[in-house]
């Protein structure tokens, strides 16, 4: 497909690395700022505009990837009546593309993209919508060119998804923040617990979270849980997530 | 050397063949449950025993790797005076067993272990606590047999270790169960986040995690965090973990 891309951040990256990489062909990088458009295009070998009227109208799919609050104002902007217009947006609804053209949808990669790092699109869930069969089945199969896990949702399961994505994910990761501010307030090395992180996550690659938890909590070790809330005792924000934790694992491993 | 383990649990289970596998010998394997002694006793190709008054004074090295809140009983019953006695928990002191021996230590392998997955010690960082040098070198060389990060730590560095790998570690998993109790309940699988908690944990094994941070949160994108909070409205727990998390990390990315 002939495809324009509106956006130049970590998603239309990535995105069009691997829509170029599957055969299609990026006509044009849009957005709002010039530069950030050429320097995505340059790595796409394709054209660049911050204008909404030099968007070329020869392609055949308008991607938006930016930032949710930015998404409508884009939208509204563009006039694609009869070409495909989708999002990638985990949270916003489809209908936020209306006005853009009669054929919208949404295609949305459930992953952590940073744009240093080269991800593998192909073990990337892929969500799907699409305000008609034909757009949706448009979208499934561009889905399946780029990876093995491609699902049809609509924008509530989509949203949920997206939730669990950020407490997963998101939330995980700041954990591990914290965990490093602790270790480098007593002179210790964040490389302490990166193999026990690794370790945490291949863990749940094939058993389920509920019985892969471990830790004092679980085992309801009070003396333990007490020791530690002593050492965090002048750490008011990390006691309250160890406490807020450590009932929650409880209640969640001792309800019926 | 000549070791006697007492505990049958998975540290015992995996410090007793990572051990074995060193080329150590396992004299036997005490547990105040006769069954569990006998199972871990006939993986090590060992005896077994419930017995305080049975555990042979033939070993030079006593590991006792029980809960927390049973250490201390251990050590008060077993008397292995000229012995080395260790324990392997993050959390307790080494002086819980001055009554066994006048040479004592902590041996702590900082790792998740759980009976069904077998683990590579190689990588498991150990942190290693004696109350005499000779003691102290002992450790250090056992150590160095089994893993290639050996760290010498006292009391409070392996408790403020072990509060991080809490924190980094059990709580991340938590974090996993609540977000597949948020899928589920939307017929949406686990599976679909699978790949984003292994790349998560991915990213950081070379990056920092506060530079790994991606999601609303860190862009202080409020609309979509109003719509998340929105979704989880009738699920007060969850909406406070989304609460805690989300001031915490605008604070952590916002303070000078």
């Not at 530069?35 to 055949?60: F, M, P, V």
């Not at 994910?169 to 090395?189: E, I, P, V, Y």
């Not at 370790?199 to 849980?225: S, Y």
């Amino acid at each position: 497909m002939k495809v324009v891309l509106l956006g130049s951040g970590n998603v239309s990256t990535h995105l069009g690395n691997a829509l170029k990489t599957s055969g299609h062909e990026i006509l044009q990088v849009w957005s709002r700022n010039l530069n950030n458009a050429r320097e995505l295009a340059l790595k796409l070998n394709t054209t660049a505009t911050d204008s909404y009227t030099a968007i070329t109208s020869a392609a055949e799919l308008y991607i938006i990837s930016v930032s949710d609050d930015a998404i409508s104002a884009i939208a509204d902007n563009l006039q694609v009546k009869n070409k495909i217009a989708i999002h990638t947006s985990g949270t916003t609804g489809m209908e936020v593309l209306e006005k853009a053209s009669d054929r919208i949808g949404v295609f949305y990669p459930l992953q952590t993209f940073s744009k240093a790092k080269p991800v593998d699109f192909i073990t990337i869930p892929i969500s799907v919508e699409g305000n008609t069969e034909e757009v949706k089945n448009i979208l499934l199969k561009l889905g399946n060119q780029l990876s093995n896990k491609v699902i049809e949702m609509d924008s509530v399961q989509r949203r949920t998804l997206h939730v669990a994505a950020v407490i997963a994910g998101n939330f995980s990761n700041h954990l591990f923040t914290l965990a490093k501010q602790l270790l480098n307030n007593h002179q210790l090395d964040f490389d302490l617990i990166r193999p026990l992180i690794a370790e945490t996550a291949a863990k749940i690659q094939t058993i389920n979270p509920l019985e892969a938890q471990t830790g004092p909590a679980v085992r309801n070790d009070k003396k333990t849980i007490e020791k530690h809330l002593e050492l965090l005792q002048n750490d008011f924000k990390l006691k309250q997530f160890y406490q807020l934790f450590t009932e929650s694992i409880i209640t969640t491993h001792n309800s019926p």
